[in-house]
């Protein structure tokens, strides 16, 4: 079964680097790309796609590793406060008896 996923991860890859290649090839015309202070020199439009791409992807990436880092922080300190009601609530039933 490993190897049936590992052929379709396989096929994935090279079906993507099929479609990125067409992508190029077909989008082939050179842009400069002005954003708000600076012109950028000239480049295939197709690189300035996928370089939008890869930085979404990116800040994306960013984004959802600080959001999950803040659930690892509380869930480590929710953990941290059970560990101290349990410890209490132990030692008061050991006093009780």
Excluded: C, Y
């Amino acid at each position: 079964m490993r190897w049936l996923k590992s052929l379709l991860i396989l096929i994935a890859v090279l079906l993507a680097l099929a479609v990125g290649l067409l992508f190029s090839v077909e989008n082939d015309a050179v842009i400069s790309l002005n954003i708000l202070v600076a012109e950028l020199p000239p480049q295939r439009l197709s690189t300035w796609i996928i370089a939008a791409f890869f930085a979404g992807g990116v800040a994306g990436v960013a984004a959802s590793s600080a959001a999950l880092l803040r659930a690892q922080a509380s869930k480590i300190q929710l953990r941290r406060r059970l560990r101290n009601l349990e410890s209490r609530s132990d030692s008061k039933s050991v006093r009780s008896h």
